[in-house]
């Protein structure tokens, strides 16, 4: 954990997200362009294991640490819906993963993927964020890092 600032914690996971991101555009770009698909695809399961393991578990924790401690303080809802459509999203793009088509069904959903979650992390570091640390304080800060380490 980045110190005990779990509102630094998330940014910095945040990060670690838009670099498998770019993998992901880059892979369905090429796939696009008529590049090998295997190598592309290759790249693509790698970042969907990303997405289904480890963004899984950062949006869990948001929803679980920082959005209880929030609860109808911020405006949660837009943010919970995201989540939802993004595991939605992952889901689609595990069933493209393994389809036959799989070079020309992957590469829409993967830049839809890519398009959504950019988005979602930009308002939550932009916008989310520095709301929940006015909101909070010092004390619901601490009350959101004590969840996490649950």
Known sequence: MTGTDPL??????HQEVLQALTRLERAAAALEAGEAAGAQLAVIREVHEVLTTTVRRHNENEEWALFAVLGEEA???FFEEEHRALRSLEDELGAALTSRDAPARVPPVARTIVHLLRGHIQREDELLFPMARVLLGSGGLAAVAARLKR
């Open 75 to 77: 405006p949660l809802a």
């Open 8 to 13: 630094k914690r998330f940014g910095a996971e």
